[in-house]
């Protein structure tokens, strides 16, 4: 059963996240950002699945590359909102620093004046995911655009997004991270931590076996405190990624999930990723 909606469409785009069926629950709208693998160009979720791409990842000789929808693909989801009723759009996307698909959203925006507002997150994965869950939910109150602009402020305060590397191999070569792309020498054989704050992705230390690594991310997320919301992101590692969830001892309002991360940014992360996104509770 869907969610009453407001006058308030929300558009966000594939790296959220989201569950379909909370997608579906909403009426969100997720523009797919592409994934070039071999020279083949497939919308995210399109062509491969999660499960598979991973299972090739470490044997392709050509790192897979990713790239924004066109600024005429979110033209295009605008124009059909506003057919369908829209008198405001909100636009909630990944980090700009990391991704083009903010600046995309943006030009494409400003055709429309005023009626659009479009949101740096600040994050990627279920950390840009929960601001979209929590703007959904505003505008099924009818709050008006102002209001849930700033409730997704406050809530960025909150949001903790936390990775164990495998290997730091793929973000080096992906380019993205300019601390990864010298001086690593040893510590390729390490599992690295990494963090994401205000779009830049910082060095959190790191655990010298997998093992410990499992042990600092169950610590990590005890040290925020209450906690609203939780998900368990991996890149095709369920086996340890449940080993996590039912190590927790959380009281939670909402039920952790337990997602396996979009190609768009286990391409940059490479396999056997461990991480998640929380909510630290309001004080």
């Known amino acids: 059963m869907s969610a009453e909606r407001g006058t308030l469409g929300i558009v966000t785009d594939s790296t959220c996240d989201l569950p379909a069926d909370v997608v579906a629950h909403y009426g969100i709208h997720v523009v797919p950002a592409i994934l070039v693998i071999e020279g083949q160009s497939l919308e995210d979720g399109v062509g491969i699945s999660r499960q598979a791409f991973y299972e090739r990842l470490p044997g392709l000789r050509v790192m897979p ?16 909102l506003f057919r369908e009723g829209c008198e405001r759009i909100m636009s909630i996307h990944v980090a700009s620093p990391l991704s083009g698909i903010f600046n995309a959203a943006r030009l494409a925006a400003e055709t429309f004046g005023e009626r659009i507002q479009v949101v740096d997150s600040g994050q990627l994965s279920l950390g840009l995911g929960f601001q979209v869950l929590a703007a959904a939910e505003a505008a099924c109150q009818g709050l008006p655009v102002e209001a849930v602009l700033a409730r997704i402020r406050r809530l960025q305060e909150r949001i903790h997004v936390v990775a164990m590397l495998d290997t730091l191999e793929y973000v080096r070569r992906s380019g993205r991270v300019s601390w990864a792309r010298a001086g690593l020498g ?3 054989s390490i599992k690295p931590f990494v963090g994401l704050k205000d779009g830049r992705v910082l060095r959190l230390g790191e655990a010298r076996t997998r093992r410990k690594g499992l042990e600092r991310l169950v610590e990590m997320l005890s040290e925020l405190g209450p906690l609203e919301r939780v998900a368990i992101l991996h890149t095709h590692a369920e086996n340890d990624a449940r080993r996590i969830l039912d190590s927790l001892d959380l009281s939670l309002r909402h039920a952790p999930w337990l997602v396996n991360v979009t190609t768009i940014i286990g391409a940059h992360l490479g396999p056997n990723a461990l991480g998640f996104a929380a909510v630290a509770a309001e004080r």
């Open 65 to 80: 590359t990713t790239s924004a929808p066109s600024m005429g693909t979110f033209m295009k989801v605008y124009e059909k």
């Open 186 to 188: 040893a510590l390729l």
